[in-house]
């Protein structure tokens, strides 16, 4: 879960102009940070650091609890939202 919020998180950053260096600059950030073959680093770096910031345990799943946690940091920059598909 802390993964995937780094990687959102640098999505919402994505600047709005396409044809400025801010732009190239992100999508080298991307692309590193998003590789599928192996765990970058900078990923697992800001996760844990997310995770920690938030006092939830590293070695653990992410529950409602750590949720609550999470968006405290986050906030008021970016908010969690939670989705619940049934049939």
């Avoid at 990687?7 to 044809?19: E, G, N």
């Avoid at 590789?35 to 938030?54: C, F, H």
């Avoid at 529950?63 to 940091?73: I, Y």
Wanted: net charge positive; proline share 8%; aromatic share 6%.
């Amino acid at each position: 879960m802390p993964r995937a919020i780094v990687v959102a998180r640098l999505h919402a950053q994505k600047p709005s102009s396409t044809d400025s260096e801010a732009l190239v600059t992100w999508n080298r950030k991307l692309d590193r940070i998003k590789r599928r073959n192996v765990l970058p680093p900078q990923q697992r770096d800001q996760a844990i650091e997310l995770k920690a910031s938030a006092q939830c345990a590293i070695d653990q799943p992410c529950g409602p609890r750590e949720w609550s946690q999470l968006q405290k940091v986050l906030a008021p920059h970016y908010r969690l939202k939670n989705y619940e598909f049934t049939e």
